[in-house]
């Protein structure tokens, strides 16, 4: 962090006036209470003068304002805390995200391209280098990172979309290689290196980021990278496609699939487990029964919110019924990696053929039961095993089958994950911390994954530790920065932003209401919507209600939005 006047920058030594900036900044034109400033400048338990200090630190901070020529009114002491004002031409970070609005906003891609890079040459060095706050580290790094990551991916995006492939390796190269688990960089850099040519290049790229997700993840590459995989082995052409209109500022939107280019498809002889999946034993009975059943309807649907564990559900009942389908069994995954669903035609051409055998057809991530149906009549007979957030009540309506809707996790299948996924030692020795930390991740399947992946990656963070800082900001902090899809704020907000603007607002607003029953005054068919879109549960003859992770995410998301519009230039 440093401060420009004319032609003399001066950075900042590591302090406590200087972690106290830094919250501030961090929060440009927000009322920041003065709890979470005592925390940001103290780390540990404030002491009983902190509230005196933190006057002192604000004193020396508006003394150094005055030293460069700045209005000491920039920092303003309101009730409950204190409030930093910033505009465009005061703070890289507010600039940062103008520009990013504004490329959303952009007439064309070479327009949309400038602002971007323009964006991204604000960023110098690692953030808050010198800030010594843990919180802050912790917590508003990785979500700084995040956002320029998005950034940086939308702008290799359009790079390749306008034929720049020797241009964009170098940027490809490097954030490939920081961020391995973070697919799209990898994606679009075996793209680049494929169409200059070099086609050994891009299979060896993408071979090494297989090998470390089955080996360090237990995952396999996600759709976009196993279609270009299947390309580069038939040997065809990638002609460059035009970019998708991003569909806000600083998020990424990920080119159609190239004409002749295969979708995300894969049979397999053996499938995997999942890793330390739990629970949802009664499902799994359920779901085996039907999918083997000799006669009648074999088709299962499985909703339910976003990140409540759809997907690992059907992955862990195709292994185990796999013996029962020596056809193989095939997924098909519908939605890309930023959400948006894979066209009907696409998805009906790759389609297995029919096999010897029974065949088990996994069709992932369906948006919605026009994307289903026609897929059905290819899939006659296979039995079929169907995702998504919606309850597709049109499928089970005409083809027969089941809908099992997914609740989040019992307490004692939320410990039992968490203890396969840490160790059951680290667990056991704290079983208090360890039902807190359920609680700050909602027992969302996906929010416990993501804890769990924070605990193994720091083997001295305590259990009870963890669960007090996620439980400060769990939507904020349920994040890895290496993976959008582990990430709470990236799986809701495709969730939300994939519905139509009434239906976001409807959400927002019962998210904003007190616990219990939201829906008093609501119109039956936007709550019947939400319900339907995995984001609202029950209804009548029972009262409606939103899971607590989610109204968490809807009154972040509020405010969010509310700091964003006063920041943004008039």
């Given amino acids: 962090m440093s401060i420009a006047h004319g032609p003399e920058t001066v950075v900042l030594k590591p302090s406590k006036p200087t972690s106290l900036l830094a919250a501030l900044l961090l929060h440009p034109n927000t009322v920041v209470s003065t709890a979470y400033l005592l925390r940001a400048v103290w780390d540990e338990e404030p002491p009983a003068t902190a509230r005196a200090a933190l006057q002192t630190c604000v004193l020396r901070l508006r003394r150094l304002f005055a030293k460069y020529g700045i209005s000491a009114t920039t920092i303003e002491a309101v009730p409950g805390g204190y409030r930093m ?25 070479g327009e949309e391209l400038y602002r971007l890079r323009e964006a ?32 940086l991916e939308r702008v290799c995006d359009l790079e390749l979309a306008a034929g720049n492939c020797h241009q964009v390796l170098v940027d490809l190269y490097e954030s490939a290689r920081r961020h391995p688990v973070r697919e799209r960089f990898t994606e679009q850099l075996v793209e680049a290196l494929y169409r200059t040519g070099r086609q050994a290049e ?73 890793p330390a999946f739990a629970g949802r034993e009664s499902d799994r009975r359920a779901m085996a029964a039907r999918l083997t059943a000799p006669d009648g309807p074999r088709l299962v649907v499985v909703s339910g919110a976003p990140g409540i564990g759809k997907s690992a559900l059907a992955r862990q009942t195709a292994h185990e019924v796999q013996e029962s389908f020596p056809g193989g069994v095939f997924t098909l995954q519908l939605a890309r990696p930023d959400g948006t669903p894979v066209a009907v035609e696409e998805a009906a051409r790759l389609m297995p053929e029919p096999a010897t055998g029974r065949r088990l057809v996994v069709l992932d991530g369906a948006a919605g039961a026009w994307q289903v149906l026609p897929l059905l009549s290819v899939a006659e007979d296979a039995a079929v095993l169907v995702t998504s957030r919606r309850q597709l009540a049109a499928v089970v309506a005409t083809h027969g089958g089941a809908v099992h809707r997914l609740d989040v996790l019992r307490s004692a299948e939320a410990h039992a994950l968490l203890a396969g996924l840490v160790g059951a030692e680290r667990v056991a020795a704290e079983p208090a911390a360890t039902r807190e930390l359920a609680a700050a991740c909602g027992h969302f399947p996906l929010a416990l994954r993501i804890a769990a992946g924070r605990l193994l990656t720091r083997p001295g963070l305590s259990v009870a530790a963890c669960a007090a800082w ?20 990236e799986v809701l907000g495709q969730a939300l932003d994939a519905l139509a ?19 008093a005054g609501e119109d039956d068919s936007v709550l019947e919507q939400l319900v339907d879109a995995g984001l609202l549960e029950d209804g009548p003859p029972g009262p409606y209600r939103m899971h607590e992770l989610l109204r968490i995410y809807a009154r972040r998301r509020v405010r969010t939005h509310e700091a964003t519009a006063s920041a943004a230039p008039r």
Avoid: M
């Fill in 120 to 151: 991204l040459s604000l960023w110098q060095g690692q953030p808050l280098a010198n800030v010594a706050s843990r919180l802050l580290q912790d917590d508003a790094v990785p979500a700084l990172e995040q956002e320029r990551l998005r950034v």
């Fill in 85 to 109: 004002h910033c505009d465009t031409k005061t703070l890289d970070l507010v600039q940062f995200r103008a520009l990013a609005a504004r490329a959303g906003t952009a007439a064309g891609p």
């Fill in 202 to 274: 891009a299979l060896a790229e993408y071979r090494t980021v297989r090998d470390r997700l089955r080996d360090e993840l237990g995952i396999d590459p996600g759709p976009g990278l196993r279609r270009l995989e299947l390309a580069i082995l038939r040997a065809e052409e990638l002609a460059p496609a035009p970019p998708e209109p991003a569909r806000a500022a600083g998020t990424t939107a990920v080119p159609a699939l190239p004409s002749g280019a295969s979708a995300p498809v894969r049979a397999a002889r053996a499938v995997p487990p999942v």
């Fill in 501 to 519: 603007p009434d239906l976001r607002e409807a959400f927002l607003r019962l998210g904003a209401r007190a616990a219990g029953d939201p829906a």
């Fill in 470 to 489: 996620l439980a400060e900001d769990p939507t904020a902090r349920l994040a890895l920065a290496e993976d959008a899809g582990l990430s709470v704020p």
